[in-house]
């Protein structure tokens, strides 16, 4: 069984400051890697999604991925009250479907 | 406006009917999922479908059926065999082509069931 696993939090963070979410997949052949923001009773929002190793940036967020670790993160800048939401981390397994990992519950802090 | 349109947004449900769920999209989208939610849970996959006329079991099928007569359509069924079917259903689709970019999956807006 293919699996994604987050922290389900919550994860708490002042304003203003870095949030880090994390996220590990089992599937090594996965090569396609999302996150998803998902506000309650909302559906999931596309924030970035990422392929190659390394970081991707865009805005206040930055997506960071080491396959060789199974590893993938989620860094959000200057974090907003409106950033609380529940994080999605989601990968595709080989050519076929989609899988999610929980979730994890940010909270910024005023 | 382009995009997946999923009804009914609230759906009530007696013990031992069938319902079915609509998905649309006019994305020209090769792919369509459907997802379970449960309160405070992740998505866990219902039926998946790649192309037209073929479709696959995700992790959690049974008391489930689907079919994917035409490209933009993809409703499912939750049948009296689903047990505990209270939930939020999330449908969804990609271009499933053209790369790793294709992969990207949007959602729908979801439909809320209750059992009642």
């Known amino acids: 069984q293919k699996e994604v696993e987050q922290n389900s939090g919550p994860l708490s963070v002042p304003e203003g400051a870095i949030a880090s979410l994390n996220c590990t997949y089992s599937d090594r052949g996965s090569q396609s890697f999302f996150w998803y923001r998902q506000y309650s009773g909302k559906s999931p929002e596309l924030i970035m999604s990422?392929?190659?190793?390394g970081d991707k940036e865009d805005g206040r967020f930055t997506a960071q991925l080491n396959k060789a670790s199974q590893y993938v993160s989620l860094l959000i800048r200057d974090s907003q009250p409106s950033d609380s939401a529940t994080y999605l981390c989601?990968?595709?397994?080989?050519?076929?479907?989609?899988?999610f990992g929980k979730g994890t519950r940010l909270h910024i802090l005023p | 406006d382009g995009g997946i349109t999923q009804s009914p947004k609230y759906l009530f449900r007696k013990e031992g009917q069938n319902v079915t769920l609509s998905c649309e999209q006019n994305?020209?989208?090769?792919?369509m999922y459907w997802y379970r939610q449960d309160p405070g849970q992740g998505l866990r996959l219902i039926y998946y479908s790649q192309i037209v006329n073929d479709f696959q079991k995700g992790d959690i099928a049974e008391g489930y059926s689907v079919s994917r007569e035409k490209k933009e359509s993809f409703p499912l069924t939750v049948t009296s065999a689903q047990k505990n079917p209270t939930a939020f259903y999330l449908c969804?689709?990609?271009?499933?082509?053209?790369?790793?970019?294709?992969?990207?999956?949007?959602f729908g807006e979801g439909s809320w069931l209750t059992v009642v």
């Open positions: 969804a689709s990609s271009i499933n082509r053209g790369g790793l970019a294709g992969n990207t999956i949007y």
């Open positions: 990422i392929y190659s190793n």
């Open positions: 994305l020209n989208h090769d792919a």
């Open positions: 989601a990968v595709k397994i080989g050519d076929d479907k989609i899988i």
